[in-house]
């Protein structure tokens, strides 16, 4: 496990959120065989992170609506029941059933008597352009949960220093939450405990999270690098390019070829992804934000976010915020 020391600012040195959330670096932790070619191939997770984003107990986030996911949600179900609709895929749970949905845009509907454990994850690897496939949503009973041993991951997780600070504030984001460099450690370790074990039981329901084969050298390396700039430094399709001995154009190429998007698409996925994650926690201020995702002007990023996302920076975080 790796902790980054930087002080460069809560973007630098991550790929999306920032330098304070929890990263959980597991070295190859599982080695993504693909078939490429007839030959079985197999990737680096050296940079892999899984990062706790949101933790609490008690009604869920917005009971009804369509809501942006930046993260990998993890609901346990308490009371009540919901149905959730992602991708044209619908899923519903209810008491004592677990539900996984991927990142992105869904639809929730929750009765009016559901409690429950939200268990927010930021899971990304940088060097290898990994993403979610399969089903995007899926639910499983307590028996299953059982046998993967969730139940006794969430308790150790919720008696970590961090959590049970967290929850005597009454906020539920750890981004903030002051620590000690062994409380931060505490929290990897069972935040990638708790990981492990739910993958063990979404992978043979058909939910992964796999790594693209990038045959180009000049794709992988351009992609990496974008990966790992900071938000601040600010994005030229010219010199990124330049670097790797091609014109704008003839990397928009191979990316697209490689990849199905180009690097500007790419940079805009990253930015939009940590502003949305920003403004779900309550740590740093919408001006704050627009810096740390590399607009020098809050009116600029406030144009640029509601252009993507049909609500204003301010809209959206209040729509995010705990009933």
Not at 57 to 72: A, D, H, M, S, T
Not at 103 to 124: K, N, T, Y
Not at 228 to 249: Q, T
Request: with cysteine.
């Amino acid at each position: 496990m790796n902790v980054d020391m930087s002080d460069g600012g809560i973007s630098e040195g991550f790929p999306s959120v920032g330098k304070k959330f929890t990263d959980v670096r597991m070295e190859k932790m599982k080695a993504a065989e693909t078939d490429r070619a007839g030959e079985n191939a197999r990737t680096y997770w050296d940079g892999l992170r899984v990062s706790l984003i949101r933790f609490f107990e008690g009604p869920p986030i917005g009971k009804y609506g369509v809501f942006q996911g930046v993260v990998l949600t993890v609901f346990k179900f308490l009371e009540g029941e919901v149905t959730l609709v992602k991708d044209g895929v619908s899923v519903s749970a209810g008491k004592g059933d677990w539900m996984v949905c991927h990142p992105g845009e869904r639809f929730q509907d929750f009765s009016d008597s559901a409690r429950i454990i939200s268990i927010h994850l930021l899971v990304e690897s940088p060097g290898n352009a990994a993403a979610w496939s399969g089903g995007p949503v899926l639910a499983f009973g307590v028996e299953t949960a059982t046998r993967a041993g969730l139940d006794g991951c969430v308790r150790r997780m919720r008696r970590s220093a961090v959590l049970r600070r967290l929850e005597a504030s009454g906020k539920i984001c750890p981004l903030g939450v002051p620590e000690t460099f062994a409380e931060a450690l505490e929290l990897q370790e069972v935040v990638a405990a708790f990981f492990r074990r739910l993958m063990g039981v979404v992978e043979p329901l058909g939910m992964r999270y796999e790594a693209p084969p990038i045959r180009d050298g000049r794709v992988r390396e351009s992609r990496q690098r974008l990966a790992a700039a900071g938000l601040r430094e600010g994005f030229s399709r010219e010199r990124l390019a330049a670097g790797c001995g091609l014109s704008a154009s003839q990397l928009d190429r191979l990316w697209r070829e490689e990849l199905g998007q180009t690097p500007a698409q790419f940079w805009h996925a990253r930015r939009l992804q940590a502003a949305c994650a920003l403004l779900q926690g309550d740590a740093h201020s919408i001006k704050e934000i627009a810096f740390e995702t590399g607009f020098p002007h809050l009116s600029q990023f406030s144009f640029w976010f509601a252009k993507a996302m049909n609500e204003s920076p301010r809209a959206f975080r209040s729509r995010h915020e705990r009933d």
